[in-house]
């Protein structure tokens, strides 16, 4: 119901379930100049690990996972004992208070913090702060993708409600959407359980209103599966076929082995996709090309209900078409009479057109926008037909769209996360974003530059947790859920508290070993908003004894160079592909097996690499060690190198591809066990600022000099574009400050 604008007026911005700083970098710019010109704005974060955004804050609270709606109840059993509520907006406009102040009672601070593995004082500061406001409340994936994520979501809306917090300036609950044009996706109910302009399917009185919007008989009651459900049956065999559009359910999907053997017994995969090398891609029985979102003309709808016009920027490749040309061209395929008159549509304004008219009289009404309007400037809704300007803020006069009208409470006690740790699997395994990927990389896995910040799964942990299993940084690990297991290398990191790990959500088998990441997550979902609970396991970790070690790298096209590696992916315990690069490709490829690959897949590695014959490349056998070498110079510049047995100059010989540096001088050292070259014979490091390229060892020269973050910004211009880098480079400063 809040807007941006609402940062500039607020008193407590409360951010939860959410790395803003990462995974909404331009919006979280705004929050640190908010900052900047209103010091007394307190940043309060909610996050089980020390984020760069939590390192910005007056107050972190580090919760245990899923202890969401413990810390909100007792939040508000705060502001119930010390009257910091707004009695009068409660009595006016909200329904269902009673049984909500007498489910809150018993979640003391004291009680909470037990739960929550936070202080009670925290707790309380957090309460007063948040009730003193304004308050704008953030909040993400954290909290939406849990088996009790609609609890988590109304608890903290609770604190708005009792406080009088809605439509006021500064003060509003505010979802930052997690996918690129997810509010419009909701907007025409892109549900299985909804209908267009938020209408419910189970309401009859809303399937009677689509079907004469439709032309319709009726509008079948019963709904469809949701997505964790829908596999669920395709392997069973309940759902024969499957059509699947814009998403890659065979990477983003929580328990990878039930959706893997799902696609396997379809009969029948439609994959309607913008990319034919998705992990999705490879079981489609008919891959329809779409184009993507640069590609078609459409509208998208962000946080704060702002709807903007998409203009193509380049026509679509090949046979690639937008998605509701390719739904109305099968729709007449299958039936022309009927198809032709319910789909009738030849452009896209023609479709926004009639999701405009189901929205007359509803909350989103937007029957006043037009294309032509939209082309004018971006609008919010709701903008109904002769309305001059959108809504800026919902519900200012204290009206909500309900039976009643008023506002409901929500009273649902505290429940844990969908699966406990035990002493099989004892650590919290937390997933998130990476500052420089999206998603399931289907479109930044393209994109060499973007892997230079963070370029394969590492899985984090307290150091504590890696001494105990023995391990240093770097070590593989075999992390196992009761689902599956995948091997990635190990860090230590002082954000996670002991007892939790992390590992980033992107990694799916086109990059890595195994079926990715969520092979290890839980399908449990919400009762009501059907999602997983993508963001939490259990896990153990041990150290994984693999002793054959082989890293590649190449330049070439990328996406073909990753195309060719999938046999070898598939093929060992671990493995890592990705790219480098800035200006071109290079592929990159780390592997680790328990005893050596075939010498067929390495001949057919090294041919694919340019390196299969002998006399064209520099080489190095020592068979009874199990060590073989490769690098190929062409134009004095290094091109490929592969080293299995002994890969100590792996790293430094990728920046050499990578920078296309002259190898003259490193030709004696190529093949030698070292893991760093002669003096000026290194690469750049490793990128910090991706925008304008700027690497970690610059910085560090810098601040040694004793630049500060004005002067890293003047000089190097590292975090003057989106800004994203800018915690880092504060990290930095901080950890060269406490050296000193």
Not at 55 to 84: F, Q, R
Not at 224 to 244: H, N, S
Not at 391 to 401: F, K, Q, S
Request: with cysteine.
């Amino acid at each position: 119901p809040g807007c941006y604008d609402d940062i500039e007026h607020a008193a407590t911005i409360f951010i939860a379930g959410s790395n803003t700083a990462y995974a909404h970098p331009i919006l979280f710019r705004r929050i640190e100049a908010a900052r900047r010109a209103n010091p007394d704005l307190k940043l309060v974060v909610v996050d089980p690990r020390h984020t760069d955004t939590a390192a910005e804050a007056d107050l972190h609270l580090p919760i245990l996972p899923g202890t969401d709606v413990a810390l909100y109840h007792a939040m508000l059993n705060v502001m119930l004992w010390e009257d910091l509520l707004d009695r009068e907006a409660i009595a006016a406009h909200t329904e269902g208070w009673e049984a909500l102040r007498d489910l809150v009672r018993d979640y003391t601070p004291e009680k909470s913090a037990n739960l929550c593995g936070v202080t009670a004082a925290d707790i309380v500061e957090a309460a007063r702060w948040f009730a003193k406001g304004p308050t704008l409340s953030l909040y993400c994936q954290g909290l939406n993708q849990s088996s009790c994520g609609v609890d988590k979501n109304a608890a903290l809306i609770n604190l708005h409600l009792a406080t009088g917090q809605i439509g006021k300036l500064g003060a509003a609950p505010l979802s930052l959407t997690g996918q690129p044009n997810a509010m419009g996706g909701r907007e025409v109910g892109g549900l299985a359980n909804l209908l267009s302009a938020h209408r419910d399917l189970a309401n009859p009185e809303h399937r009677d209103e689509v079907a004469r919007l439709w032309g319709v008989d009726a509008v079948p009651e019963t709904p469809g599966k949701t997505a964790v459900e829908m596999f669920d049956a395709v392997r069973r065999g309940e759902i024969k076929a499957v059509w699947i559009a814009c998403t890659n359910p065979a990477q983003s999907l929580p328990d990878q082995k039930l959706v893997h053997e799902a696609m396997q017994a379809a009969e029948c995969v439609v994959l309607q996709e913008a990319f034919a090398d998705t992990e999705t891609a490879a079981y489609a029985d008919v891959l329809l090309p779409a184009a993507s979102w640069g590609e078609q003309e459409g509208t998208m709808t962000n946080s704060e209900r702002c709807i903007s016009r998409v203009h193509a920027a380049v026509p679509p490749p090949g046979e690639a078409r937008a998605d509701w040309a390719i739904v109305c061209d099968f729709a007449r395929r299958l039936d022309p009479e009927q198809g032709a008159r319910l789909f009738p549509y030849e452009s896209a304004e023609e479709v926004f057109d009639e999701h405009r008219a189901t929205t007359r009289g509803r909350d989103l009404d937007i029957t006043g926008l037009s294309y032509a309007l939209l082309d004018c400037a971006p609008q919010q809704w709701p903008f109904a037909e002769g309305a001059a300007v959108g809504e800026t803020r919902l519900y200012a006069d204290g009206v909500y769209p309900t039976e009643s009208g008023r506002a409901r409470f929500h009273a649902a006690p505290y429940r844990p996360v969908a699966e406990a740790i035990d002493a099989r699997y004892p650590l919290h395994l937390n997933t998130g974003r990476l500052r420089d990927q999206w998603h399931a990389m289907s479109r930044t896995g393209r994109v060499a530059r973007l892997f230079a910040h963070v370029d394969m799964p590492v899985l984090s942990m307290a150091q504590r947790d890696m001494e105990l299993r023995r391990l240093n940084a770097g070590d593989l690990v075999r992390v196992k859920s009761r689902r599956g297991e995948v091997v990635v290398a190990v860090e230590s990191s002082d954000s996670l508290r002991p007892g939790q790990c992390f590992l980033p959500m992107h990694w799916g088998a086109r990059f890595m070993g195994g079926l990715g990441v969520n092979a290890l997550t839980v399908p449990t979902f919400d009762a009501v908003s059907k999602q997983p609970e993508l963001k939490h396991a259990a896990v153990q970790v041990s150290k994984a004894e693999l002793p054959w070690r082989m890293a590649a790298a190449a330049l070439g096209d990328g996406a073909q160079l990753l195309d060719a590696v999938q046999p070898l992916l598939r093929a060992c315990d671990y493995a890592a592909a990705g790219l480098a690069g800035r200006d071109r490709d290079v592929l990159t490829l780390r592997l680790a097996h328990a005893q050596p690959l075939p010498e067929s897949l390495l001949a057919a590695l090294d041919d694919m690499l340019g390196l299969g014959d002998p006399l064209a490349v520099m080489h190095y056998q020592d068979s009874p060690r199990g060590i073989s070498k490769r690098v190929r110079v062409e134009g004095g510049k290094v091109t490929a190198a592969r080293l299995t047995g002994e890969t100590a100059a792996f790293e430094w010989l990728r920046d050499v591809i990578v920078e296309g540096m002259d190898a003259a001088s490193l030709r004696a050292w190529m093949l030698a066990p070292v893991a760093r070259p002669p003096a000026g014979g290194g690469g750049r490091g490793r990128v910090v600022c991706n925008c304008l390229n700027v690497a970690e060892p610059d910085i560090v020269a810098a601040i040694a000099a004793g630049a500060d973050l004005a002067a890293l910004q003047s000089k190097l211009k590292c975090g003057t574009e989106c800004g994203s880098c800018v915690p880092e480079l504060k990290r930095m400063l901080a950890a060269n400050r406490v050296a000193a």
